[in-house]
């Protein structure tokens, strides 16, 4: 009924007649921003990625898809890859699930909501390199405060940032924490949506444990947000970095090499710029299938009007 | 099926008294009405029969079981909501099916996929079918059963929150406003359909609203609220015809009953102005009661001494009645009466006189407590003339 409403809305007469230029006269200032700010650079690198072209050379040339055979011919580069997916995975299902639950648990509570709140969405506001700096000290193999306290439960310190095995999840564990406050205020807002009588009903239709109602109204009920949380974080997570960069450097043996560090390495260490390109290239089309799929399954609404 | 006891119910919101001790009776397979202004606790009162409020003191019973320290769903009560509350991701088939998927089903059956291959499962899920589809004939919504709640219209979503309620044969419905979202002619509709469903039902029903027409429509008995308290509970008529307060006799009946102040005269008689009635109170003479009458109670006339008299301020004609707003020189504020259509010719301006039938007219005193209308036949008359 709404879109009935919509085709009536009447003509403006500037934008009656057919071929006028006003609508993009005034479409265009976005336009040519949007071209000079998101689409420009894009395109740039996307040509960039086609040349030899090294940081300060004075000329490059075209080399066709040679980067990309390159790419694919290279260990370091499926590491990456390999090591960007694995963090998504483990970091996307801890956060969005912690977020869930810390929201669910803070509105089930009556008190101290506030605190709690701001407590929890405060690593989301800190400068992630200077809460890396704090990590830093807290993983220390000798004096962190994290080994330390292993010792005193008597458990094995850990070499945690030097050891192959651990230094991915290490990182993963720091991108939850750093992560899973926004999705709680995410998920909050959601709760607070749903309508009490919801729960009411529940009540009355023999919904007796929380469980049940969790499954009953409020899982469903969070669909849209959920999709919207799970979609962001993956984005968020495929462009960790800053931890890397503070961290670990992409070691030990490239064990924390994620794609952004390929990229940053080639680009800015080694000049590579046209590789760096290439490497941005697959970034962006992972980046572009996750809109993508956000796009149209929040066209298609999860929801319920 | 079962009766329910409310048991002097008490609750307070911080320090407002919502319910100040609420005592009533509701017979198994009555259809009581709890009416009252919008603030009066009847809808406090029905969240704490359902369970979903918890009273500060006092005790419900069901089928003569204490129920008031249960939680709702081991109370065996279905709830209509006003806002229907329906589960918008489930189709109606499900939302009706869901009370008995809760009931029927554990945890483990009621899990998609795997619940399926569980043992049983399949069995129980036919017959909640069955009953859903019973149900939905009951209501002749079998059409709308694979619709999500979004898809319906608003008569529709009543009636899938109506199946809902329906399906599990409960001790009692509880419905809260279950039609103030409806137009008025919709409304007018489920009225009639309601009270067609509670026969064929044979269910106590325990009905809240604040409108008096619905309330005057379907019920075997009304309870009246106001400010926390029963007021008055009988049947539609005696509370229409006899109510025990002037604030039941006010709130039931549209137009609202005409009060206008009434003296008592040195020989007993109540005095309006000029009109004089042969009736009187137990309360000496200059004192001043509340005399009510009903919109369809006066007629036209000026032959007796009982006649008040007025001017026609306002007149509104319905078609099949005339309302006549009526200022009398002994009342300061206008009376409304209901006329035929044969007296259209009536004007604004026109000065008539309005006679009270004796037996039509309400006594109350200065509180609005109902006075006994004494009958004062001719006493002092002298018998010879």
Known sequence: MADAALTYRPVHPVFATRGSTMPYLLAGPAFLLMLALLIGPVLVVLLLSFTDYQLGAPAFGFIGIDNYRELAGERVFWKSLGNTLAYVGVVVPGAVALGLGAALLIESGRSWRAFYRAIYFVPVMATLIAMAIAWEFMLHPQFGLINLTMKAIGLTPQNWLNEPNLALWVLATIGIWQGFGFNMVLFMAGLVSIPRHLYEAAEMDGARTAWDRFCLITWPMLGPVTMFVVVISAIRSFQVFDTVHALTKGGPVKATEVLLYTM?????????????????????????????????????????? | MAGVDIEQIRKSFGSTD??????????????????????????????????????????????????????????????????????????????????????????????PLLGRLLPGTAAVRHGIAADVSRVADVLRIGHLLQRKPAQLSGGQRQRI??????????????????????????????????????????????????????????????????????????????????????????????????????????????????ARFDLTVTLPPGNVVRLAFRPEAAELDTSTAATMAGRITFRENLGSDLLVHVQLDAAPDPVIIRLPPRQRGLRENDRIGLLVPQEQILLFDQEGRRLPALPRIAMREPAYG
């Open chain 1, 264 to 305: 940053y390495a080639e680009g800015f260490e080694f000049l590579r710029s046209g590789y760096a390109a290439a490497v941005t290239v697959v970034f962006l089309v992972f980046v572009l299938i996750l809109t993508a799929i956000k796009a149209r399954v929040l066209d298609r609404r999860v929801h319920y009007g």
């Open chain 2, 18 to 111: 919502v319910l100040k001790g609420v005592s009533l009776a509701i017979a198994d397979r009555e259809f009581m009405t709890l009416v009252g202004p919008s603030g009066c606790g009847k809808s406090t009162l029905l969240r704490i029969i359902a369970g979903l409020e918890r009273q500060d003191s006092g005790d419900v019973r069901i089928g003569g079981k204490s129920a008031g320290q249960r939680r709702s769903a081991d109370r065996d009560l279905a709830m209509v909501f006003q806002s229907y509350a329906l589960y918008p991701h489930l189709t109606a088939a499900a939302n009706i099916a869901l009370p008995l998927t809760m009931r029927r089903l554990n945890a483990w059956q009621r899990l």
């Open chain 2, 161 to 274: 929150a109506l199946g809902r309620a329906m399906v599990r044969n409960p001790a009692a419905f509880l419905m809260d406003e279950p039609l103030s979202n409806l137009d008025a002619k919709l409304r007018e509709h489920m009225r009639t359909e309601l009270a067609q469903l509670h026969e064929q039902l044979e269910t106590t029903f325990i009905y809240v609203t604040h409108d008096q027409a619905e309330a005057m429509t379907m019920s075997d008995r009304i309870a009246v609220m106001m400010e926390g308290e029963i007021l008055q509970v009988a049947a539609p008529d005696v509370i229409y015809t006899d109510p025990v307060d002037l604030r039941v006799a006010e709130f039931i009946g549209s137009p609202k009953i005409n009060v206008v102040p009434a003296t008592v005269d040195i020989d007993g008689r109540l005095r309006v102005g000029a």
